[in-house]
């Protein structure tokens, strides 16, 4: 069946720095990528997405890059801010997928030290 | 606007009570999502409606009924929960590719 894999589970940097995280996906026809940011207690919400008839994508500090001959896509965070600090959830939807159905990571912890 | 709206917050409910959550949009959109989520995990798929019409239940135990009354309202109808169905409950709709999550429920089954 689908399934995405994402690393690392945990992530520490300091303030300032620059984060990666890394997701593998195993549906060949999947064609949309989006990222999930969920602070404590609150919902995921969406903070960048992606279609794979685009190689990346830039929103101020943060962007994702797409490779689907490896089938696999990264959100990278730069200048990193405590703010930046929750768990961060990718997924893809496979281009057959019925009702939209999104397949997720395991989630990052990502965890920014002042 | 991507609001979707769900009340209550929080619930606390025995295992014999039967309780609803509400999640409601406004923007028009077509299908709308039932998860269900433990902390620090991923959000896990428990019903899709598209146009106000059941059309993927994940093999979710009978004590979990959901209904779409109409295209901006879905409920989901709890009894006789056990205490492992505790967990944050997130209601969520979708725009074109896009799913815009609500605030959750914050469910506690004793």
């Known amino acids: 069946g689908e399934n995405v894999e994402q690393h690392p589970s945990t992530l520490s940097v300091q303030e300032g720095d620059s984060a990666v995280i890394k997701c593998t996906y195993s549906d060949s026809a999947s064609n949309y990528f989006p990222w999930y940011k969920q602070e404590l207690g609150k919902r995921p919400q969406l903070i960048i997405d992606?279609?794979?008839?685009?190689g990346e994508k830039k929103d101020q500090r943060i962007a994702v890059t797409l490779n689907k001959t490896a089938k696999h896509f990264s959100l990278h965070i730069t200048e990193t801010q405590p703010e930046d600090s929750a768990v961060y959830f990718c997924?893809?939807?496979?281009?057959?997928?019925?009702?939209?159905?999104?397949?997720f990571g395991q989630g990052t912890e990502l965890s920014v030290k002042p | 606007d991507t609001e979707v709206t769900q009340t209550p917050k929080h619930l606390v409910m025995g295992m014999t009570n039967k309780k609803s959550l509400k999640c409601e949009q406004h923007m028009g959109h077509r299908a709308m999502y039932w998860y269900k989520q433990k902390a620090k995990k991923p959000p896990e798929l428990m019903f899709v409606?598209?146009?106000?019409?059941?059309?993927i239940n994940e093999s979710v135990p009978s004590r979990f009924s959901p209904e779409c009354p109409n295209s901006s309202l879905l409920n989901l109808h709890l009894h006789a929960l056990q205490p492992e169905d505790s967990a944050l409950y997130l209601c969520a709709s979708r725009s074109d590719f896009r799913q815009y999550f609500g605030p959750g429920t914050r469910l506690t089954v004793l």
């Open positions: 997924a893809a939807r496979g281009f057959y997928n019925q009702g939209g159905k999104l397949i």
């Open positions: 409606y598209s146009y106000e019409k059941l059309s």
């Open positions: 992606i279609r794979s008839n685009v």
